[in-house]
């Protein structure tokens, strides 16, 4: 329900306000079938096929990769079950990350951050010898080079063994892997 209108079709040609009108009548089959993909540990394969475009992003140089960025349309069942899976996921994540982690959390804000270090400097300008010591690392593009299957180990040591939702996750994770 919180899918924006008027995007563009997945590639089986759903819209996702298909979805949100037909919600009352779809939502006991939708979550029978999103909990058999839970169950059998696999993603429909159909569900992984998208449409993918590289618009220009409008400046630099025209030659340089730089200046495109690619838009995949995605399944729209299929962002639907991602999205429930990231919930879950960052459910139980959550709890489990230390406070000074303000990236990639809901409630949480570059304000916020900003705000604790303003906080530690001035209690250390309250000190008479007192030091502080930051360090400002620019992470852009990390994700561009980062191998991936380090989050996916991450997770794996992260969860209970044999957590339901670790086999869903490396389903997901071999095929981005064949991207």
Same mark, same amino acid.
């Given at each position: 329900?919180?899918?924006?209108?008027?995007?563009?079709?997945?590639?089986?040609?759903?819209?996702?306000?298909?979805?949100?009108?037909?919600?009352?009548?779809?939502?006991?089959?939708?979550?029978?079938?999103?909990?058999?993909?839970?169950?059998?540990?696999?993603?429909?394969?159909?569900?992984?096929?998208?449409?993918?475009?590289?618009?220009?992003?409008?400046?630099?140089?025209?030659?340089?990769?730089?200046?495109?960025?690619?838009?995949?349309?995605?399944?729209?069942? *299929?962002?639907? &079950?991602?999205?429930?899976?990231?919930?879950?996921? %960052?459910? !139980?994540?959550?709890? @489990? /990350?230390?406070? +000074?982690?303000?990236?990639?959390?809901?409630?949480?804000?570059?304000?916020?951050?900003?705000?604790?270090?303003?906080?530690?400097?001035?209690?250390?300008?309250?000190?008479?010898?007192?030091?502080?010591?930051?360090? *400002?690392?620019? &992470?852009?593009?990390?994700?561009?080079?980062?191998? %991936?299957? !380090?989050?996916?180990? @991450? /997770?794996?040591? +992260?969860?209970?063994?044999?957590?339901?939702?670790?086999?869903?996750?490396?389903?997901?994770?071999?095929?981005?892997?064949?991207?």
């Amino acid at each position: 329900m919180s899918t924006r209108n008027s995007k563009a079709c997945d590639p089986d040609d759903i819209y996702s306000e298909h979805l949100k009108t037909a919600f009352p009548v779809l939502v006991i089959p939708l979550t029978a079938l999103l909990n058999e993909c839970l169950k059998r540990e696999i993603v429909p394969d159909q569900w992984k096929h998208s449409n993918v475009t590289i618009p220009s992003i409008g400046k630099g140089n025209k030659a340089g990769t730089n200046s495109y960025r690619s838009i995949a349309l995605q399944n729209t069942l *299929f962002k639907t &079950f991602t999205t429930l899976l990231c919930k879950r996921l %960052r459910d !139980i994540i959550d709890e @489990k /990350l230390p406070d +000074s982690q303000f990236g990639f959390r809901c409630g949480r804000s570059t304000a916020q951050a900003v705000h604790c270090l303003q906080t530690y400097i001035e209690m250390a300008l309250a000190n008479r010898w007192g030091k502080l010591h930051a360090i *400002f690392v620019d &992470f852009s593009k990390s994700f561009d080079t980062i191998s %991936r299957s !380090i989050p996916v180990k @991450k /997770l794996e040591t +992260s969860l209970v063994p044999r957590h339901y939702l670790l086999p869903v996750v490396r389903d997901l994770h071999f095929f981005f892997m064949d991207c």
